[in-house]
């Protein structure tokens, strides 16, 4: 069973679509990560998040401490979103990430 | 927000030599750091655990004489790859841990891509 699950996999969206990815974790956690790894291996990091909501530019990260659930939103997607999403996990207390297998996103002008 | 930087960003190397890559907390001091690879198509995967002048912690397969890490200042993990074969080509990324007391979290390094031939 994976610490952290995140839906889907594999996503194309037409240019301008509003998308939506998902992460659900089962450990007690200190913050939660969303990273972009494009092509060729880069990682930047999105948001960290403990509680609540961000934005920056077209994207939105949520976060529901309750429900355990987080999801990363991008408005008027472009194809230079294409990319490779992954959500990680901090556990609370300790130094150990749990990452999600990642969402690989198409944009498709 | 913090930021940890890599470098180098890409390298390729003959097989046999060493390569070091090093991690930066560029803004804040880091008494711990962690070091990832990541396999193409795959998550990444912690490879060891390393606090500022003291030996690094590595996870459960991964060798301590082929990944040698050095945590020398509160600002600086090394990580090398000794006599480094193709099967050691692969994403390493560090992260670095902001100390608690300013929001315990850790933020990733861009990642250093390094193909062995």
């Known amino acids: 069973k994976n610490e952290v699950e995140q839906s889907p996999q594999n996503l194309t969206a037409q240019e301008g679509e509003f998308i939506t990815i998902n992460c659900s974790y089962s450990?007690?956690?200190?913050?939660l990560h969303w990273l972009q790894q494009h092509p060729g291996g880069g990682i930047v990091s999105l948001f960290m998040?403990?509680?609540g909501k961000k934005k920056h530019g077209r994207l939105i990260a949520t976060i529901n401490i309750q429900e355990k659930h987080s999801s990363l939103h991008i408005t008027a997607s472009h194809p230079r979103d294409s990319a490779v999403y992954i959500c990680a996990a901090l556990q609370y207390g300790g130094n150990q990430f749990y990452f999600g297998t990642g969402t690989s996103l198409t944009v498709i002008p | 927000g913090a930021v940890v930087s890599q470098h180098p960003s890409r390298v390729i190397c003959k097989s046999g030599t060493s390569v070091k890559i090093e991690c930066r907390s560029l803004?804040?001091?880091?008494?711990?750091m962690f070091w990832y690879r990541q396999f193409p198509k795959q998550s990444l995967m912690l490879m060891a655990t390393?606090?500022?002048?003291?030996?690094?912690?590595?996870e459960q397969g991964v060798e301590k004489d082929k990944f040698l890490i050095n945590h020398a200042s509160l600002t600086l993990s090394t990580l090398t790859v000794t006599s480094a074969h193709p099967e050691d080509s692969s994403f390493y990324i560090c992260?670095?841990?902001?100390?608690?007391?300013?929001?315990?979290?850790?933020?990733f390094g861009p990642g250093t891509r390094l193909l062995v031939l």
């Open positions: 998040l403990s509680s």
């Open positions: 390393s606090n500022e002048g003291s030996k690094a912690t590595y």
């Open positions: 803004d804040f001091q880091a008494t711990t």
């Open positions: 992260s670095a841990r902001v100390p608690q007391g300013v929001g315990e979290t850790q933020y």
């Open positions: 450990v007690g956690i200190s913050a």
